[in-house]
């Protein structure tokens, strides 16, 4: 099946500090990314939804200027928190598709802990 | 909020018993899926349902779906301890928002 590489898997940073995360589609052209926050023991939350080469569509309730989202190419979409504290704290998903309603395939998520 | 509801929130049962988990959602969908979660780890896909079908089956999986009801439910047959897992299902809509709506998870833990 397709795989959807993230990185980093963990990290830990200081508040006020802005943190990237790299979500990559491994062996197809993904035109649709998924990003998603979840909290412990709850259900995933659809941040926002990026396209190659268009800007992305944030969710309501999301911050677009604190939650930057990048996806320039087919293969790569990148999430930057901005200026994180410590309710940024997460655990973030990604998810790429090959187009429209055809399945997610998920990365392994990327764990956030600002102090 | 569109979430889905799913029932139970957690279900322990013992291994070799079948395990059903049951997701409603709000929405007119395309499809329905199933994802596996461990702990702290990504999704894995199990079974995607087009609107226009009704059950699907996959090794030990089985999903149904009742359109008329905006209710979908998944099978575990003979579970194992490598089962346990939370699961969800999302929804693909028909009102063009281009996205999936996933429900509120169920926690399963299978006993050995």
Redesign the interface.
Known sequence: ?AV?S?HPSWVICKSGTSVKIECRSLDFQAT?M?W?RQFP??????MA?SNEGSKATYEQGVEKDKFLINHASLTLSTLTVTSAHPEDSS?Y?C?ASSG??E???????T?LLVL | SQQGEEDPQALSIQEGENATMNCSYKTSINNLQWYRQNSGRGLVHLILIRSNEREKHSGRLRVTLDTSKKSSSLLITASRAADTASYFCATWGTSGTYKYIFGTGTRLKVLA
């Open positions: 099946g959807v993230q649709t998924f998603y023991k709850q259900s995933l939350m659809l939804t655990f998903i998810s429209g309603e399945t997610q395939y998920f990365g392994p998520g764990r």
